[in-house]
């Protein structure tokens, strides 16, 4: 997917993401989660490239508790409500979180975990309902970090995962309606799709059947059951 560029963005640039094709080491965090919704455009959503909506992460849902772990060795940056300062955003946030103080609405925000997975790019968990980890604590690829919910404007519980790099010029465009609404920042950096990293889902093999014993006589193995 081409993303858009920040005007000036890359001019004082000292170091560039590592190539997605580089980056090992990650495993589902959610480990039996079906995908309800992927990476990429869609026709709604927060957020804008090339004049698409897209959804900038993947959505990963099984059930209300279910253990989230982490994608990747990593170090948690934050976890809780107060995440928007790591969540990539290019632009003041100061307005945004004087809007949640004067609302008192910082408890409508999804609990976040934001990980720095130590090789330019940052995991982000959205969702939980309740996590156990704690800001500066190092996390190997599988440990747990927390249970499945819908805190947050969620339909249901499931877990949003995002990655990105702080190091990235390209941006996704926030919704002018949201960005007047909110008070955010115009601009976050763009995220990458998940599964690039994500190791292949491995499919249940069929269930071998067995044919009924007049099949012979008709060649219809199965046909009409």
């Not at 709604?44 to 900038?56: L, M, P, Y």
């Not at 994608?71 to 100061?94: F, I, M, Q, S």
């Not at 947050?152 to 609404?181: I, M, N, Q, W």
């Not at 599964?195 to 014993?213: C, G, H, Y």
Request: with cysteine; charged share 20%; aromatic share 10%.
């Amino acid at each position: 997917m081409p993303f858009e560029a920040l005007p000036g963005a890359g001019q004082a640039l000292q170091r560039k993401p590592t190539p997605t094709f580089l980056l090992t080491g990650y495993r589902w965090p959610l480990p039996k989660g079906r995908l309800t919704n992927p990476f990429g455009a869609e026709g709604w959503g927060d957020f804008i490239s090339n004049g698409e909506h897209v959804h900038d992460g993947i959505d990963l849902a099984t059930f209300c508790g279910d253990r989230i772990v982490a994608a990747h060795d990593g170090v948690v940056l934050t976890a809780g409500r107060h995440y928007a300062g790591y969540l990539g955003w290019k632009g003041d946030l100061g307005p945004y979180t004087r809007r949640l103080d004067r609302k008192r609405a910082w408890f409508t925000l999804p609990i976040v975990v934001i990980i720095d997975d130590g090789n330019t790019y940052r995991s982000m968990y959205a969702h939980f309902g309740r996590v156990i980890v704690k800001r500066g604590q190092y996390v190997r690829a599988g440990q747990l970090l927390g249970y499945e919910g819908a805190t947050g404007h969620a339909t249901g519980c499931h877990l949003h995962y995002g990655l990105f790099s702080p190091l990235e010029t390209a941006v996704f465009r926030l919704d002018p309606g949201v960005v007047k609404r909110m008070k955010l920042p115009k601009f976050e950096i763009a995220r990458i799709d998940p599964q690039q990293v994500l190791p292949p889902r491995k499919l249940a093999k069929p269930k071998p059947t067995t044919a009924p014993k007049d099949s012979s006589a008709t060649g219809q193995v199965g046909q009409g059951s």
